[in-house]
């Protein structure tokens, strides 16, 4: 079964420290993997996705198909990066575009 | 301001009463979703439609109902069915086969 695990509901880093958010994902076939940013009292919104392979305000995501994962990274981790953010798997159907996702990262950054 | 729009913002209703939640879009989607947003569990799919007067049910569509009668309109029924009706729902459109969703603001539904 297809299947997006985030394993931290909760992650507190200080602010300028590195931060990553992990995520693993369970799919037999190719994935197409994103991460999506809530903050507060905005809508969620996309962050980035796994085929654009760019940096969007210095995140970046590697997938790694060996290991299942497509963990989130910032080298230097700013206030204004304290939201949810969630993994999502895109599995395109016949039917419609099928998005699992994770159960979410509170991301907290300390100043 | 185009997008996706969702109302009311917070929704307050006596259980046992059906309730309808708004959501329009004018990006010229397609495709548009409902999720339902619990703390701790993510996103989860409640009913989907690709297309005018199609809809499909999603992971936990019980107690739940749809329309798709115009292309920019998707709006969501909670009914006196769905158990635990209480919490924050979310509607999406995307354009098929491209993987990224667009998401409203959100209802809070409180079901008393």
């Known amino acids: 079964a297809q299947r997006v695990t985030q394993p931290e509901k909760l992650l507190s880093v200080f602010k300028g420290a590195p931060v990553e958010l992990k995520c693993n994902y369970s799919y037999s076939g190719s994935p197409e993997l994103f991460w999506y940013v809530q903050y507060s009292r905005q809508r969620l919104q996309l962050l980035l996705r796994h085929i654009s392979r760019e940096s969007i305000k210095g995140f970046t995501a590697d997938l790694n198909k060996g290991e299942t994962s497509f963990h989130l990274k910032k080298p230097f981790a700013q206030e204004e990066d304290s939201a949810m953010y969630y993994c999502?798997?895109?599995?395109?159907?016949?039917?419609?575009?099928?998005?699992?996702f994770g159960p979410g990262t509170s991301l907290s950054v300390i100043p | 301001d185009g997008g996706i729009t969702q109302s009311p913002k917070y929704l307050f209703r006596k259980e046992g009463q059906n309730v309808t939640l708004s959501c329009e879009q004018n990006?010229?989607?397609?495709?548009m979703y409902w999720y339902r947003q619990d703390p701790g569990q993510g996103l989860r799919l409640i009913y989907y439609s690709q297309i005018v007067n199609d809809f499909q049910k999603g992971d936990i569509a019980e107690g739940y109902s749809v329309s798709r009668e115009k292309k920019e309109s998707f709006p969501l029924t909670v009914t006196s069915a769905q158990k635990n009706p209480t919490a924050f729902y979310l509607c999406a459109s995307s354009i098929q086969g491209s993987g990224e969703q667009y998401f409203g603001p959100g209802t809070r539904l409180t079901v008393t």
């Open positions: 999502a798997l895109s599995i395109m159907k016949t039917s419609y575009d099928k998005v699992i």
């Open positions: 990006l010229n989607h397609d495709a």
